[in-house]
């Protein structure tokens, strides 16, 4: 089955900026988005400032894209445990954001030396990480097949 997949770890808030997040944790991110900045019609606008990091490696597995963005943010744990209660107390927060696109036949499938994509675990690492930091966990699956059969 084609599958696309990736996933990030990210800080959001309505009132401090990426550029804030990244000063305050001395991390550079992969990515951001500036709240209010993306219009695509009527309303597609971030709601959200957003710091992230990410891994869109393909030919991994969950876990390992997971495991490679914990370890570039575990030494700084504490800063951002610190950061997330600061942010939460505005309606901000941390979350890690798994995103999967089954059946994107825009993708190939792996090889068969490559593990099997759909197995995918959070071991105590990584729990231990997300409890530190008061992270959220948030998996988005799309199947793709529905889009193809509108084309």
Same mark, same amino acid.
């Given at each position: 089955?084609?599958? /696309? ?13 990426? @550029?804030d997040m990244?000063? %305050?944790? *001395?991390?550079?991110?992969? #990515? ?8 695509? #019609?009527?309303?597609? @606008?971030?709601?959200? +400032? ?11 597995r969950?876990? #390992?894209q997971?495991? %490679? ?6 030494? +700084?744990t ?6 997330? $209660?600061? &942010?939460?107390?505005?309606?901000? $927060? ?5 995103? /999967? ?12 030396d490559t ?6 675990h959070? !071991? /105590?690492? @990584?729990? !231990?990480? &997300?409890?530190a930091? *008061? ?5 988005? #699956?799309? !199947? ?6 509108t %084309?």
């Amino acid at each position: 089955m084609p599958l /696309r997949q990736y996933a990030y770890f990210a800080l959001f808030s309505r009132h401090t900026s990426a @550029v804030d997040m990244t000063s %305050r944790l *001395g991390i550079a991110p992969d #990515e951001v988005t500036v709240r209010g900045s993306r219009f695509t #019609e009527p309303a597609v @606008v971030p709601v959200d +400032h957003s710091w992230m990091v990410a891994c869109r490696e393909s030919g991994l597995r969950v876990d #390992e894209q997971i495991t %490679r963005v914990l370890d570039r943010l575990r030494p +700084h744990t504490d800063c951002i445990g610190d950061l997330t $209660g600061e &942010l939460a107390r505005t309606g901000g $927060g941390a979350v890690l954001q798994i995103v /999967r696109y089954f059946n994107d036949t825009g993708r190939t499938c792996p090889g068969t030396d490559t593990p099997d994509p759909l197995g995918w675990h959070l !071991d /105590r690492e @990584v729990l !231990d990480f &997300l409890h530190a930091t *008061g992270a959220e966990v948030d998996i988005d #699956e799309y !199947d793709m097949s529905k889009a193809a059969d509108t %084309r």
